[in-house]
């Protein structure tokens, strides 16, 4: 290490130090700070600091979105999705790789029947329904979605209903996009289609933001989300309560 190295790191100990006085401390994950922290104040008790536990708890959550998706996929289910020839497809391979599970095949054995490769076997077996096997709709998610009830409604209601009125509306709910993005949805005809399911980071954003910053579009489809999944409904309220400890702590 040079001298001036060696310098700026010993001056970072000692700015560690000074903020290691008490018996706890709050640092990030580098090891720099875990060394200052152990030299400086050896008695103290080091811990993330809340920003760093945050991002944790958020990469956590997002890993129980990712691996629970199936729950929220089947919020679409019966809504107008199109059962093509590849949904059927894999509708038919799914309920014969489980049948022939169901009566103690080993998944080589399920392969060679169904003349289907090991690995696709492997994944019919894993998903728990065939939903986590059918993807959504293939349109990327908008603003506007969290509208889209409002918008179908109201265009129900009132066929002629000017867009710029619409756009009012929704601004007062929170809408945070322009009005170019709104006559693109309504001309793409998306307020009439099926809502596809929210995406597993979309699902830990919402989870992750104060309720009372939550849109109340969002919040239903947060709603929506928790009521098709136990486990996630759980870690909601879990995440609630770690994020008001950590940022009601002074």
Known sequence: MTPAADAADQAQRARVYLVTASLTTGRDRSTAYAAGARDGAPQAVQCADRWHLLKNLSEAVEKLALARRGCFR??????????????????????????????GLANTEIARRLNLALNTVKKYVR???????????????????????????????????????????????GYEGGSTLLYRYLGQ?????????????????WIMTDPAHLSPGRTARLQEVLDCCLELKQATEYVRTFAALLTQRQ
């Open 127 to 173: 998903a728990q329904r065939v939903e986590q096997l059918i993807g959504g709709s293939k349109r990327s998610a908008t603003l506007v979605d969290p509208f889209r009830d409002h918008l179908r409604s109201r265009r129900a209601a009132e066929p002629g209903v000017a867009v710029w009125t619409l756009l009012k509306e929704i601004k007062s709910m």
């Open 74 to 103: 089947d919020i679409a289910a019966g809504q107008g999705r199109d059962e093509g020839p590849a949904v059927r497809r894999t509708r038919s391979r799914y309920a014969a790789v489980h049948a022939l599970l169901g009566q």
């Open 189 to 205: 005809g998306r307020a009439e289609d099926a809502q596809p399911p929210p995406s597993p980071r979309r699902v830990a954003t």
